[in-house]
């Protein structure tokens, strides 16, 4: 399969159908705009029906070497709702043909021959790109390690267009540790393709790397990076926080003097816009205190449910319906 | 969600709609036979079509912190033929978000987005209450550690009725660890909402703990202990039968003289009435004979099947179909 | 549940309602025939449309002691795309209710109230029958250890009969350790069914069994075995290709010196005729070359598809339809 190339002219709505969904950069605001429209579509569906019969008859290898129970749930949700199947491939895989030394390129060529559509996870990088080279059907990244993760990076566009009704001019603070975080650096591509203010809050040895920055400053984004959520609170129309990890410091000390810079609380907020949200990709361990959960700005566990409509999405885009 | 009172009177049918099951306390006469009067259509269904499309659109979630074949698969299985579908998250689930820290809170909030009901089986006593407090779906409490297990006591209730056809006046004897046996304790409780005559057939270590004797005492029902199966086996029309662990006993040659007494045979099974029957919550090691399977009184597979009529029964309940 | 005899009549078609499928010994070339029938109809079915309702209202149970990503995601595949549903117990079984010390036997009867159908695998040689003997639904053998897996032996007879157009006067090869391989020990017992010509290329310590030898002969097959590959590629048909594993020989050296006579090469390939396939029951660690993969002729990932049909053919028939 071949990606769809992000200068391709998407004509007459959908250019995903027999496509790989592997990498944020295959996306543009124009095709970005028809998977958030189906996207919304998928959330009427499953608003006055629960399900359609879109994908009847259609079958998806949901196959993760390493587990992720959120992002398995929701692809299998999504094709539950849609009418399709799961072939639910989502513990122990370590333990099976792999283990018997079959190669990803094997196991992918296998999957297809019962499934129509596969959803991979998998440790290395680049592991997504290899078994669409192989693969027939179309394949969807859902994490290739250290690379991209794209679906969430559109769950967590699709949350902004959602809650705040565009995508132009806002004011986007991302939190905690941006060095390491590969959906802080997805989601930042995809702003790039908007006129948006992005403002980096991390602290010193997780700051945002290099490349990301230059793409950021490269497409003229007016960018500013800071230590303290506190500098950037009070006009933030998001907050996409992040977990700073202790494991991350070698001075612990450090981490001791630094950690309350990127703690979100009901003081904190306090200070925030009356209408701005905050986001978080979760799991969370804390960075987020739970008195903020009733916050009505508080918009994680919506983005989860996002999650679920941009998979039906993209399933469907990509099976051409 | 807010647990259905006891004392709530279930008019005009269906009172468990978007309600939690958590414990038997919930139950009384009325709603019990609301949900064996559903459990009974299911059973109908099922015998002529396998299926029905009653829950069609409507996902369930299947989080299981510790696996558990018999019970996971009764509610996969109820689910599917009602049209249904599963998120089935039964092995692993510790490798999983839980291991990087999230709380059970958190991941049921997530799980919520997708599914329109839980069911939970957690190692840990309030784990479903607490479920049940975060969750804006019902959550259906299958098993939570030391807790309760209510849906096994309903189909332990609902074999009794469908096979002896009332449970009224009714001489049913309990055999085994009754100390630590959750569903012999939950059981019980259900039983003192009916007239019936309670025996506790156990070694001395192993015997119904106080406060359920006191809750069967102050609920006027005829009442008595024994240590030995022999002293019951005449007068029964029900053998709750349930194992008795070596290692509960410190003492070993205590075991071997005693264990004989609790052990199901031909022999013991040519004393009983030709109408009662034997169950057994499953899995058992020995403390029923296979000779045995094949007398029409042991009840224990056709229990188990009642057990998938009683989880149909409760998921259109709790979704209000 | 009885066997499907081997010499009974299969009149009017389906022989196999209600039947268990455990060994290949049940089959003859009637009922193979109607079987393979049935697989094309799947294959029109799946090519068509996707999938069926014929299996709507039914269940499957899916118990896989040992983990089987192939053969298990087969069957899911084939229950899919019939209508039917699954309960997939395809890992940590052994966590379960068995680590409890539950009997196979018990665990089959109580799997049998919830699903129409079980599919097996465990690691002990003869417990597909034990399952059979205790269940009233149909058991499917899905691999019972050293014993048969006759649903792989189906597919592979299917795919020679499917590529090639006709069993009957065939040159067929097996290659590589037939003395430990349960698929060519399988195939070759149906192979004798039929007017085929029969190679056997192994390395000395794993030539092919002497009772599967004296099969082949009293059925008055032409057979010939040799040690190298290069004396049956010319003459070829089908070239069924197994791994000759490293840790089979005590004396490494002897294995480095025979390997090179059983990797399919490209070279190899070139002597081989323009009509023939190249089969393996995958997964393959090297004895195929990748170079081969896009040899029209290498037909192990087609092998792979109609797996899914002969599941479909034989889900549909035990269950009567």
């Not at 849609?82 to 196991?107: C, H, M, N, W, Y």
């Not at 994680?300 to 998979?311: A, D, H, L, P, T």
């Amino acid at each position: 399969m071949i990606l769809a190339s992000t200068n391709e002219t998407v004509e007459a709505g959908n250019g995903f159908n027999h496509k790989d969904i592997i990498s944020v950069s295959q996306f543009n605001t124009k095709n970005l705009d028809y998977i958030f429209h189906r996207a919304c579509e998928m959330r009427d569906v499953v608003e006055q029906d629960g399900c359609s019969d879109l994908l009847k008859g259609k079958v998806l290898a949901c196959l993760f070497y390493e587990p992720s129970t959120r992002t398995s749930a929701s692809f299998i949700a999504a094709m539950d709702r849609l009418g399709g199947r799961v072939i639910p491939i989502t513990q122990g895989v370590q333990f099976s043909s792999v283990s018997k030394g079959e190669s990803l390129a094997d196991t992918i060529r296998t999957l297809e021959q019962y499934a129509d559509v596969i959803v991979l996870r998998h440790p290395e990088i680049g592991s997504a790109q290899l078994a669409a080279d192989y693969a027939d059907v179309p394949v969807i990244n859902a994490g290739d390690g250290a690379g991209e993760h794209p679906t969430q990076a559109l769950l967590d566009l699709f949350t902004i267009y959602e809650e705040l009704g565009t995508l132009e001019n806002l004011k986007i603070s991302m939190v905690g540790d941006l060095r390491n975080g590969r959906t802080v650096h997805s989601l930042t591509k995809l702003l790039t393709l908007y006129k948006v203010n992005l403002r980096f809050v991390s602290p010193e040895i997780l700051r945002m790397p290099l490349t990301i920055m230059n793409e950021v400053i490269d497409a003229g984004i007016n960018v500013r990076e800071t230590h303290d959520v506190a500098d950037v609170i009070k006009n933030a129309d998001v907050l996409y926080v992040t977990r700073v990890q202790k494991e991350r410091f070698t001075d612990l000390s450090q981490y001791e003097e630094v950690k309350g810079h990127y703690e979100i609380t009901p003081e904190i907020m306090s200070q925030a816009k009356e209408k701005m949200i905050i986001m978080h990709p979760l799991p969370r361990v804390g960075e987020i205190h739970d008195s903020v959960d009733s916050d009505p700005r508080a918009a994680y566990f919506r983005q989860v449910k996002n999650g679920m409509y941009i998979r039906m999405a993209l399933l469907a885009a990509v099976l051409g319906k």
